[in-house]
């Protein structure tokens, strides 16, 4: 069974900078794009940022578009997301997800990861 294991949240004042980490356990699989998410209290989730596995193609929501940078290291099969000049719209739980597919959708979910931006 695979496992994607966020961490790297935390509280940070605005202006601020987080860096988060996915890991991803469990047996070998195979993905396409990974993704991370974000869910703030009394919203829906949000896509913030992709990036293809093979081709390291990354797509952001314009909402964080300049602010943060998604990366992922293949051989420790890890995914980050480097957030900088963080606003408090920005506090949420942040998800990560694999789609194994193209035109799938994302379907292995870690447990998330609180970030919360004072101001």
């Known amino acids: 069974q695979v496992q994607l294991v966020e961490s790297g949240g935390g509280l940070v004042q605005a202006g601020g900078s987080l860096r988060l980490s996915c890991a991803a356990s469990g047996r070998t699989f195979s993905r396409y794009r990974m993704g991370w998410f974000r869910q703030a209290p009394g919203k829906e989730r949000e896509s913030v940022a992709a990036i293809t596995w093979t081709a390291g193609r990354t797509e952001y929501a314009d909402s964080v578009k300049g602010r943060f940078t998604i990366s992922r290291d293949i051989a420790e099969n890890m995914v980050y997301l480097q957030m900088n000049s963080l606003k408090p719209e920005d506090t949420a739980i942040y998800y990560c997800?694999?789609?194994?597919?193209?035109?799938?959708?994302?379907?292995?979910w870690g447990q998330g990861t609180q970030v919360t931006v004072s101001s």
């Open positions: 997800a694999a789609q194994r597919r193209n035109l799938v959708p994302y379907d292995i």
